[in-house]
């Protein structure tokens, strides 16, 4: 059989397999997660995460100029309290490790895109994302907390502020809290499509928010589901999302491609804990070449529509993304 087009003439060298590549990745594709912690000269590194650190303001900007440096166009905020309560009250607190942070970003390393994360679980005593009533995560009653947290970030200067407690309806408080107040140009990033996943693991080593009692699957996602995904974020965006965010990411493309395609906003992933720290520890055993699992694993987050990807790799992938 006469064969009338050979795709391998398209791969026969770099230049070539360069030249009719689909998907490119590039520095600003990624988004720097990074834990805030209270006091000075805090640079506490994360078991299960290597690589990863618990910074205090003054480390964290440090690394933050690195970032800058790197080429990155934005990070995002995860905070530890001084002390943690019920109700969570330091979330939304002018003095917490977050609002600090952000302020000193803002000042000091003003080119980076400081978002923040907002949820409950790292500030409250019981972990969960939402305020406890008679035993169970009040949905309605965490809203005002939640909005008042994102509002504090706002104050201090956040450029875009990222809801992920899966509360129903809490990217309209924000939002509404927000235009109130004068913040309207400051964008939503909302964790839209948050799956109850296996792989937060090490995450929660690293903000000290397991939750004391229970799970978190009576309001995250249950990852048997996908048409549940189109629902919530057609929600997020009826309430005024700017960005919608899939997570996990990995064992979620056909989740993030749903999304891409049904929705106009920007879609956003989140490569997790979970995912960093398998190919880390299967690295360190000398099981796979860690770079090039890493750019893989990213190259299909973005080809399955990401157009962002929040990554504990990203220094590491625009050291090399664009070589």
Known sequence: MELVFRPRRLRRSETLRKM???????????????FVAPGQGVRQAVEAMPGVFRLSVDQLVKEAREIRDLGLPALLLFGLPQKKDETG????SPKGAVQQAVRRLKKEVPELLVITDVCMCAYTSHGHCGLIHQGEVDNDASLEALAQAALSHAEAGADMVAPSDMMDGRVGAIREVLDERG??????????????????GPFREAAECAPSFGDRRAYQMDPANARE???????????????????????????????????????????VSGEYSMIKAAAQMGWLDENAVMLESLTAIKRAGADLILTYFAKQAARISTK
């Open 183 to 200: 913040f309207e140009m400051v964008p939503i990033m909302s964790y839209a499509v948050k799956y109850a996943s296996a792989f937060y």
């Open 89 to 92: 009250s330091e979330a939304a």
């Open 20 to 34: 009719v590549r689909e998907t490119h990745l590039r520095r600003e594709d990624f988004i720097y997660p990074m």
């Open 229 to 271: 995904a189109m629902k919530e974020a057609a929600l997020d965006v009826e309430e005024g999302a700017d960005i919608l965010m899939v997570k996990p990411a990995l064992p979620y493309l056909d989740i993030i491609s749903q999304v891409a395609a049904e929705f106009d906003l920007p879609i956003a992933a989140y490569q």
